[in-house]
Every structure is written in structure tokens, then in C-alpha cells.
């Protein structure tokens, strides 16, 4: 027959009892209060994906380098802006991206500076907000919006500007290079050509596939 513990050992055995569930709960708050931190630390960075993109891999920029017309950029940084988005347009513009958004987010991201270079040299877009004609780099460009939108007519193509300040805008047009072609910051740009009716020609999802015979 088993004797009961006596009292001493009785106390010893609830003490320890206690100290063991003090420390569960100890560690079981540890891990709640862990999960939580990552909770709180995945919920921020959720919330500022709304408005930033992530860096663009390094091959995005292969598509800027083969394209048949040049493809202007301000390098892989920009006044501490890197590249974030180099988009080719269905229209064949090519868009690229500096910086996080500072409007909307995902597709509609509206970042510190864009450049488009668009392959349509037929016009030159202004609209009507008021805007002005002035020498940027040997040839006359464009300047409305304030001086954050700048449109430069050079060779084949029209290389637009967006910026969200002036001082930005006109530190871009100083330094974009086309990044297929041999160049360098602050050289004259080459002159404006005639059109080259690329705004004209169809795009290959423009145009039909020949009818075949049915057999």
C-alpha cells in the first residue's frame, strides 16, 4: 500500500506544480507575443506594398536594350531614386519608373520621375494646360505642367519627362541617355527627324492573320 507524501513533500510537489505552470504560461505568452510581433511586422509591410513597388529584376532592362529605336533612362539610380518599373506599352512606349509611389499604388502608381520614350515622333504632346518652347540640350523641347513635364523631339522619337518638381524634371532632361545606343550625360541630343510614320503603321496585334484557303 502506497503511503500518502507527507507534508513538507506535499509542499514541495504544489510549489513545484506552480512554478511549472508559471513557466507555461510564460512561454506560451513569449510565443504569443512573438506571432504577434510578425503579425504586426507583416501587416506593415502589406500596407506599404499599397504604395511601393518592388525592385525590378536585373534582366527587365533587356527589353530597353534590344528595341529598335532608342530607349532613353537616367541609369539604375537617379538622385537617389533607383529604378522601380521599365514597362513596354502596347503602343510601343517605353515607360520606365524612379522611385516608390508617391500616388496609388500597383496600376496606378504615380512615381518622383517617369521617363517615356515613344517611337511616335509624328507630334509632340502638350494639350492645352499652357507650356512653352525652350533649348534643352541643342534641341527645342517642350515645357508644361509647371516645368514637371518636359517632351524633347529627339531622332526618331519623343522622350517625355514626369516629374514631381521642376528642379527634377530639368536635372532628367540634363542626363537621360539612350541606354541602346552610344551617348553621355549632358551632350548635345541628336536633331529631330521627320516623321517616321510609326504613329501610321500598325501594330502587330493590329494586324489580321492572312486567310487561308479551306481545304
Known amino acids: 500500500m502506497t503511503r500518502p507524501p507527507t507534508r513538507p513533500r506535499a509542499r514541495r510537489e504544489q510549489t513545484g506544480a506552480r512554478l511549472a505552470g508559471r513557466r507555461l504560461r510564460a512561454g506560451a505568452s513569449a510565443v504569443l507575443a512573438s506571432l504577434s510581433a510578425l503579425a504586426g ?4 509591410a502589406g500596407c506599404g506594398d499599397t504604395l511601393q513597388d518592388q525592385p525590378i529584376p536585373h534582366n527587365a532592362l533587356e527589353s530597353l536594350i534590344v528595341a529598335p529605336y532608342p530607349v532613353y533612362w537616367a541609369g539604375r539610380s537617379f538622385h537617389g531614386l533607383r529604378i522601380t518599373e521599365a514597362a513596354h506599352d502596347p503602343s510601343g512606349a517605353f515607360d520606365v519608373h ?6 496609388g499604388g500597383q496600376s496606378t502608381c504615380v512615381p518622383p520621375l517617369r521617363i517615356v520614350s515613344s517611337p511616335d515622333n509624328s507630334f509632340v504632346p502638350g494639350g492645352s494646360t499652357p507650356q512653352r518652347t525652350t533649348r534643352v540640350r541643342g534641341v527645342d523641347a517642350v ?21 514631381d518638381s521642376a528642379a ?3 536635372a532628367a532632361a540634363q542626363t537621360v541617355v539612350a541606354i541602346n545606343e552610344a551617348g553621355a550625360p549632358g551632350e548635345a541630343l541628336p536633331a529631330r527627324l521627320p516623321d517616321t510614320g510609326f504613329g501610321s503603321t500598325p501594330l502587330p496585334s493590329q494586324v489580321p492573320s492572312p486567310l487561308r484557303a479551306l481545304r
Open 168 to 170: 527634377l524634371a530639368s
Open 143 to 163: 515645357v508644361a505642367q509647371r516645368g514637371t513635364t518636359i517632351e524633347i523631339p529627339t531622332g526618331g522619337v519623343v522622350v517625355g519627362i514626369f516629374a
Open 98 to 103: 524612379y522611385g516608390d509611389c508617391v500616388v
Open 41 to 44: 511586422v507583416g501587416l506593415l
